[in-house]
């Protein structure tokens, strides 16, 4: 009927009197690799669990392949779940895991081995079929656990926060195992993270979730270059941003948050103001402040500089002699890397003094 | 140093007063008299052996082994999904389920006797065997669910909800996930109770009848009439048994974690 996955429709999700997600719309394309993105607490574990069937939604309707799966039991749905912990069954070897559902599904034993044995070879654990869990490392428990999953050949497959039990290393490993994983088998996946450098990375769609509502939706590309909101610019790494104020003088405009302001030469007709770090010009410019702080990073050193509107965070190439703390600096903030910001909601966000 | 000696005197008296009357109850039981003495008067198998030729002593084996067996298995068939759901969910009183659970560990078994003989046998004309029975059960339950709320609070909770999402029901979620990783600590409690119910003696006492006795009170029973030296040898020998299934348990279950 249509390419469309999953879709969820008015979802409103509850744990007793606290609403965790009110009222979601959502629409999962086949195939694709969508993230759930958001802070710690703002319903993506929840929304993917009302997916799972293991939660009920207080109203809405959930459709998987077109059809209404609200009602349909968990062990009905043909979701598949990768969990946080892995939830591996302890009793059972890596190959037991692995054939668990199949089994269940009374498939004939050929069947089983040979499937089996193809999902433990894509996720590259062939050698430790005979192991149980608790002799797996982390990364070997978390590919296990996709296994597990993958042989079943779920609608759709959700994985909350796939990556946030590993180290560094194996973090970065496991995403472009997990992106070849996802162009290979084609089945459509759904995983949540808090780590937008992680989204970012991964993900053909980006949902930025904030409170248990949408914030945007968007490819990558556009949530890193248009976030569309205060909270989502912060989110993607815009670290300075500003209110705009009423312009008095028709010159320029005043941009301020809670500690200060400053005036900038150029018209901006929008609700805020932000710049990345990266963003901000150190060195010249209308503005002057003092360096409170530096960081070195590598291929940049990362300055905090004091002003009249509070702390600005400023990155410049590590080839551009540094500046002491405690020396005054001329900044600008230019129009050219200035991302505008529509978003009166937030308005009231920041007092003016 | 002085603290050294202070200190293994300690271990020692302790030791003695814990292995001391055994010792003096496996030699008792050695003697080749015919009355109950320490120091034994000569040494000689004959009582071990003179053991199994007593009558009552046989029955009331039987009778033991039966409650110990019977009420156990009863106890874990009530404490397992009783335990379940105590860990798993949010059921208003709880705790007070818990210390209920766990009255008959805490109240005198005089008491759970003198009731149990009082309410169940009299008024109801249950029979000896029946109220023995019951008995038995409700002094295991707490174990079997006590130590079966130790294994299923080691286990992660979101393994079931992985059985499920691999097609499960709630019921093959448990007994194909559940149950075989708390495998041990059903063994375990099985163990204890076993051990417990077979050794019970308050509250047996109250409901022994006319030919209805168990081990520990038939052999309370005989030496009141016969005080030769059989029913020490037969102490020594169930001493062996008990030890011998600790140190089995031990060994294959790591016991000691559930106790
Ligand atoms: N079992 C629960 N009982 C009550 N509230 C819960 C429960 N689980 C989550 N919540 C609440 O629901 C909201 C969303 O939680 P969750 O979906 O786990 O967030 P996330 O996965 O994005 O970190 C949070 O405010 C959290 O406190
Ligand atoms: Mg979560």
New interface residues.
């Given amino acids: 009927m249509s390419n469309i996955a999953v879709s969820l429709q008015n979802l409103t999700l509850a744990y007793g009197d606290t609403i965790a997600v009110p009222s979601l719309n959502l629409d999962i394309i086949d195939g694709e690799l969508i993230a759930l993105l958001g802070p710690s607490g703002c319903g993506k574990t929840t929304t993917m669990r009302a997916i799972?069937?293991?939660m009920k939604p207080r109203s809405g309707t959930i459709l998987i392949d077109g059809k209404d799966v609200t009602k349909t039991?968990?062990?009905k749905r043909g979701?598949?779940?990768v969990?946080q912990?892995y939830?591996?069954?302890?009793?059972l070897t890596g190959f037991e895991n692995v054939a668990?559902?199949l089994r269940?599904?009374k498939r004939p034993n050929d069947e089983i081995v040979q499937r089996v044995e193809a999902g433990l070879e894509l996720v590259g654990l062939s050698h430790l079929a005979t192991r149980k869990p608790s002799e797996l490392s982390g990364g070997q428990q978390q590919r296990l656990s996709l296994a597990?999953?993958l042989v079943?050949e779920p609608k759709v497959l959700l994985l909350d926060e796939p990556l946030s039990n590993l180290d560094a290393r194996l973090r970065l490993d496991m995403r472009t195992e997990l992106q070849a994983l996802q162009r290979q088998t084609g089945i459509t996946m759904v995983f949540v993270t808090h780590d937008q450098s992680e989204a970012l990375a991964l993900a053909d769609r980006i949902v930025l979730m904030k409170n248990g509502h949408i914030e945007q939706i968007g490819s990558p590309e556009a949530l890193y270059d248009s976030p569309q909101t205060v909270f989502a610019a912060d989110f993607v790494g815009f670290e300075n941003i500003f209110s705009v104020g009423l312009n008095t003088q028709n010159e320029g405009t005043t941009i301020y948050n809670n500690t200060g302001e400053l005036t900038l030469p150029y018209q901006a007709n929008v609700s805020h103001l932000a710049w990345r770090p990266g963003g901000v010009v150190v060195g010249s410019g209308p503005h002057k402040g003092v360096v409170t702080g530096m960081a070195f990073a590598g291929d940049k050193r990362e300055y905090v500089i004091t002003t009249s509107a509070g702390k600005i965070k400023a990155d410049v190439d590590v080839s551009v002699p540094a500046i002491q703390i405690g020396e005054d600096v001329f900044f600008d903030l230019p129009e050219s890397s200035a991302r505008m910001l529509d978003d009166k909601a937030t308005q009231t966000q920041f007092k003016h003094g | 140093m002085g603290q050294t000696w202070a200190s293994r005197l300690i271990i020692f008296t302790t030791l003695l007063f814990l292995v001391g009357p055994f010792i003096i109850i496996i030699f008792a039981g050695l003697s080749a008299g015919s009355s109950l003495a320490f120091p034994p008067d000569g040494l000689s198998l004959k009582w071990y052996l003179a053991v199994f030729e007593v009558e009552s002593f046989r029955q009331s084996f039987v009778l033991s082994m039966f409650l110990a067996v019977g009420g156990t298995l009863t106890a874990l068939v009530i404490g397992v999904p009783a335990a379940y759901a105590i860990c798993r969910y949010n059921i208003p009183g709880a705790e007070t389920i818990k210390i209920i659970v766990a009255a008959p560990i805490i109240v005198p078994g005089i008491i759970v006797g003198l009731a149990l003989l009082r309410y169940l046998v009299v008024p109801l004309e249950f029979t000896v065997t029946l109220a023995l029975f019951l008995a038995h059960t409700a002094l295991v339950l707490p174990y079997a669910v006590r130590v079966v709320s130790a294994s299923l609070q080691n286990l992660r909770t979101d393994i079931e909800e992985a059985a499920v999402l691999l097609g499960c029901n709630r019921l093959q979620a448990f007994t194909k996930v559940i149950l075989p990783n708390i495998r041990s600590g059903i063994l375990a409690a099985f163990i204890l109770g076993f051990v417990t119910s077979f050794n019970q003696v308050p509250v047996s006492l109250f409901l022994s009848g006319p030919g209805v006795r168990t081990l520990p009170i038939d052999m309370l029973a005989y030496m009141e009439i016969t005080y030769d030296p059989s029913v020490a040898a037969l102490s020594a020998l169930l001493a062996f048994l008990s030890i011998g299934i600790v140190f089995i348990a031990e060994k294959t279950l790591g016991f000691s974690r559930y106790v």
């Fill in positions: 799972a069937g293991l039991p968990a062990n979701v598949g779940l969990f912990s939830a591996l069954f302890p009793h668990f559902g269940l599904k597990r999953s079943m």
